[in-house]
């Protein structure tokens, strides 16, 4: 029995897995496109969350298969993983174990950090689109677009394996969350995500993204408290030992200039169309209408409706 033990083991998380997120993608697929043209306008509106939804789910699928590339590259991401802790030195970065020696030493915030590692990322990047997708239709179509070239432009960093700092008891990293018997992997390979993509975190970049959203959609003072998530994410992924200082920096880079480049590419089809003022995505008198309809410029168009390819990629 490990130090701290809990009751049921991080591991034991019940994450959706890939098949049963292919055949509801497919399903929430046909509904949308069945209901494109719908007369009325709540079927209108069900047509367009159902397309949503398989969007959502579509790279959900991706992130969980894309972590099986590297699973037999084991050598490669030691070297990799090796690299990146001797350039985080040469910059004088601060080392990740000051973290994970204090939280080793105190138990329950150290189970907290593990289940927030394990849990929080995907669950809260989710409830904030569709919190944007019901209460700021305006604003959704940009920050959805945001969020998959940052997912995707992870993934295919990812593909070059990158071991996490838990990793290297040489260089004084403990598996913290194994320690306390709350791993959400398995041997290498196996569990919930794969273990050698570390570089970048989607985690920093999914909490990222939630903070900027609420930001830049909400009105309330009280918005500002969401910076919370995205501090204690990187705090959860650093401490534990599961990331790189280094995994949070280029995930914040990520999600910079996937804003960027959607603004650029938006600003480049509306100057094609002749400066033609873009349509509002606004709903006229709160009634619910289709969010693609207006939004399938630029990048959007190209993005998947259907499925493709699961904590999360949690070395993400």
Known sequence: MGRGRVGVATSDVGWLQWQPAVVMATISAIVGFALWRAETGW?????AFAREFALVLS????WILAGRLSIVRVDEGLVNGRWVYHAEQWLHLPSETHLQNWLIAHPWPARLTNGYYAIVHAPAMMITLLWLFLSHREKYSKWRVALA???LSCLVIQYVPVAPPRMYPQFGFVDVARLFDQSVY????????????AMPSVHVAWALWVAAVVIAAASSPWRWLVLAHPIATVWAVVATSNHWWADGIVAGALLAM?????????RAWHAR??????????????????????????LVAALPMSTSSGSRRSST
Request: hydrophobic content about 35%; proline content about 10%; glycine content about 16%.
């Open 43 to 47: 079927a209108r509106g069900v047509g």
């Open 59 to 62: 790279l959900y699928t991706i």
């Open 149 to 151: 070239i940052t997912t």
């Open 186 to 197: 398995g041997p290498l390979g196996q569990g919930i995500s794969d273990q050698l993509s």
């Open 258 to 266: 996937s804003v960027v480049i959607d603004s650029a590419v938006r």
């Open 273 to 298: 169309r002749g400066g033609a003022k873009p349509p509002p995505d606004a709903p006229p008198d709160g009634q619910l209408v289709d969010v693609t309809v207006g939004a399938n410029e630029g």
